[in-house]
């Protein structure tokens, strides 16, 4: 596995504020929250980027996209709305080099995922 502070939440080597985890990925709360409710989807598996997820392992985001989805719909904000996004590569706003999905809700959201 790769040695990024995904990786090292994933192996507890760094506190985080889990919410969800099962054998396959944990979820957790953003440390610099872009909306009220901010919390990165990141699956066990190690993919840098959604580049390289190869197709025959395309549940990996699958994954992600339903636990965002139940998370949303058990915290009671899934009826009002919320945004699920992933960013690739450096122009695509990705800083941390592990796949992960942001679920982004709790206000109405701006054009490009901010608060309006």
Do not use: W
């Not at 080597?13 to 990925?25: F, K, M, N, R, T």
């Not at 901010?38 to 025959?56: G, I, M, R």
């Amino acid at each position: 596995m790769s040695d990024t502070i995904f990786h090292k939440i994933i192996r507890r080597e760094i506190p985080a504020e889990l919410v969800y985890e099962d054998e396959h990925l944990v979820a957790f709360r953003d440390i610099a929250p872009q909306a009220p409710v901010h919390v990165l989807f990141v699956p066990k598996s190690d993919f840098a980027t959604l580049n390289d997820v190869p197709e025959e392992q395309a549940v990996v985001i699958g994954r992600l996209a339903t636990a965002a989805a139940r998370y949303a719909k058990a915290q009671g904000f899934a009826e009002d709305g919320y945004r699920i996004v992933m960013n690739c590569n450096g122009d695509g706003g990705q800083t941390v080099f592990q796949v992960h999905l942001h679920l982004l809700a709790g206000a109405p959201l701006g054009r490009f995922g901010t608060p309006a």
